[in-house]
């Protein structure tokens, strides 16, 4: 089977990267005044999810920062390098949102973290 990748979807996929990590910089740096988190944002979830999992905290987080982000790489790349899925799509998409969101929680956001 051969494999192409999907420039515009390699674009899209970047584009809502960079959009979430927009919007959590200017929540991080107007709202709460912490420049550093924003810098943080986007590895929080593995880096904070292997620190739980490794290091004796707690280890459901740990376990769920790791898949969350492992089904989200997974579903980009699967659809990246497959054919036009428009379902496997969305769910790469929503599994995005869920990245960010659990960023956000990780790092305080909602009082947690």
Not at 75 to 94: D, M, N
């Amino acid at each position: 089977m051969k494999y192409e990748i999907r420039c515009t979807t390699v674009k899209g996929f970047v584009a809502a990267f960079l959009a979430l990590w927009a919007i959590s910089a200017v929540v991080w740096i107007v709202a709460f005044k912490f420049p550093m988190n924003a810098l943080l944002a986007p590895i929080a979830p593995i880096f904070y999810g292997g620190l739980l999992l490794f290091t004796g905290g707690n280890p459901v987080i740990g376990i769920l920062c790791v898949a969350v982000t492992g089904i989200a790489g997974g579903l980009i790349f699967e659809s990246i390098f497959r054919g036009p899925r428009t379902l496997v799509r969305v769910f790469a998409y929503v599994m995005l949102a869920v990245y960010w969101f659990l960023s956000y929680e990780l790092l305080g956001g909602f009082g947690g973290g």
